[in-house]
């Protein structure tokens, strides 16, 4: 996807820049999670990380780079695709992963935050996009596996089709704010897949 934050410095791992980024980064998401983007303060976070203030300022130097490096941790730490050794199995698994994080309380609301975030601010929605092009490109070599394995057309779009699979659930969540569970995860899985199988994705844009 998109290179570690240089700003953030990611040497000497286990040393003190490492343990400074942490909590930086702790307290960037807990500090979106309580006041979303416009409430995001540097002074805040160094405060409630417990470093100084020229630290934070001088290794990220805007809000929106904290998030930019909140959001490049949070991909590092997603689960890798499982090994499910059927397509069925993965995107059902992809449309879970994608409703674990909506529904946790915490990635949630970081989420919504970044996402609303990235409609105004070009910044937010890099991060953003950065961190989704990583995951869809994760996935998509799940895809890629199952048209080698004849599971799926030849000439299927392997980004368009994890899009897909999760556009129903960020729908529900961003715009309309109706609630998502298991049945429209599946549901949205399902769909993608019959639709795939169908050659919709074949040369599909965007992959």
């Given amino acids: 996807m998109e290179q570690e934050s240089r700003l953030a410095g990611t ?25 979303g983007f416009d409430g995001l303060g540097m002074d805040q976070v160094a405060a409630r990380a417990g470093v100084g203030k020229t630290t934070v300022y001088r290794r990220w130097g805007t ?8 959001m490049t941790e949070l991909a590092e730490q997603s689960a890798p695709p499982p090994d499910t050794g059927g397509i069925d199995d993965a995107l059902r698994a992809n449309a879970l992963s994608v409703l674990g994080a909506v529904n946790d309380p915490r990635l949630g609301a970081t989420f919504q935050a970044v996402i609303a975030a990235a ?68 549901r949205a899985a ?18």
């Fill in 11 to 35: 040497v000497r791992p286990g040393g003190r820049t490492a343990k400074v980024r942490a909590a930086v980064l702790q307290a960037t998401q807990d500090e979106l999670v309580e006041r």
């Fill in 63 to 70: 809000a929106a780079r904290l998030v930019t490096d909140l």
């Fill in 119 to 186: 409609t105004c601010n070009e910044e937010a929605a890099t991060a953003l996009r950065a961190f989704y092009t990583r995951r869809i490109a994760e996935w998509a070599e799940v895809v890629d596996a199952a048209v080698g394995r004849g599971e799926l057309p030849e000439g299927t779009d392997g980004p368009e089709l994890i899009r897909a699979v999760s556009a129903p659930l960020y729908y529900r969540l961003v715009v309309t704010r109706e609630p998502v569970d298991e049945v429209v995860a599946e």
């Fill in 190 to 207: 399902a769909r993608a897949l019959a639709a795939a199988r169908a050659g919709a994705f074949i040369g599909a844009p965007g992959g």
